[in-house]
């Protein structure tokens, strides 16, 4: 771990590493500036020294504004800023990241993505768990699969994209019948068997000549007078990785599609 030996020299290795749980560990009683001065006497800091300490970490996660105020009238997305500002009171090498986005709306998701790339900006190595492939897709250079406590794969985001295959075409027509006359169609242009969704009404299909096989598709389903709800050239996403790689999609993934 950051160059050392973790059996023999783990008092070095722990001064090196930030963790931050799936749930914010900050006192709402306390103000934002009072928890991360405590959390800097806690790690031995000196009084002065965690006080200014607190001041660079307000400033830096932009919760200046809210330095005096009660932890307990902050946003999800502040709450969570803070707690990577308390990880971060003795400048780790490597941040540990729980889930740091469970429960969060997207605004305050957003606001703490934000905050992960300026760290990885400034030279921190962030590992980060998370089952929104979204997240990951948006943040890792390098991205670990697991299923069931299994690593499955593990590669860039665009690699692991590479093992579904190039852009596709996906069209999504308006009624179920036309499903079979749009097979026919997208067939002529891809270099693959169509694939269909009857329940989402949905054919897609691997393309390499991506704006000449849309244009065909879409000039020769108008043609044929085929209603289409929605036509387009799309990459890979991660959710059909996991889907290739594990048979299932996230629970995630899952839940979503229980919503809609």
């Known amino acids: ?47 002065k020294r965690a006080r200014s300490r607190a001041t660079e970490l307000l400033e830096r996660f932009d919760l200046s504004g809210a330095a005096d105020k009660g932890v307990g009238g902050y946003s999800g997305g502040m709450r969570r800023r803070l707690d990577l500002a308390a990880s971060m009171i003795l400048a780790p090498a490597v941040l540990f990241l729980d889930e ?94 169509p694939e269909s969704d009857e329940s989402e009404l949905r054919v897609h299909a691997p393309v390499t000549d991506r704006v000449a096989a849309l244009t065909e598709v879409a000039r020769t389903l108008q043609d044929e007078g085929v209603r289409v709800e929605d036509i387009g050239l799309r990459r890979p996403s991660l959710d059909d990785v996991f889907l290739r790689l594990t048979g299932h999609r996230t629970e995630v993934s899952q839940t979503k599609g229980a919503a809609a």
């Open 1 to 47: 771990m950051a160059g050392l030996d973790v059996g023999r020299r783990a008092r070095e290795v722990r001064a090196r590493i930030g963790l931050t749980g799936q749930y914010a560990a900050v006192d709402e009683v306390l103000t934002g500036r009072q928890n991360l001065e405590m959390f800097g006497r806690l790690f031995h800091l000196g009084g």
């Open 100 to 193: 740091p986005t469970t429960g969060l709306d997207p605004r305050s998701r957003n606001e703490v993505w934000d905050s992960v790339r300026a760290l990885v900006a400034d030279g921190t190595t962030v590992l980060l768990t998370t089952q929104y492939l979204e997240e990951a897709d948006k943040l890792a250079s390098r991205i670990t699969v697991i299923d069931q406590g299994r690593a499955i794969a593990d590669d860039t985001p665009d690699g692991l994209k590479n093992l579904v295959g190039g852009d596709r075409i996906e069209v999504v027509v308006a009624e179920r019948a036309d499903i079979p006359r749009v097979v026919k169609v997208v067939s002529r242009v891809t270099d693959g068997e």
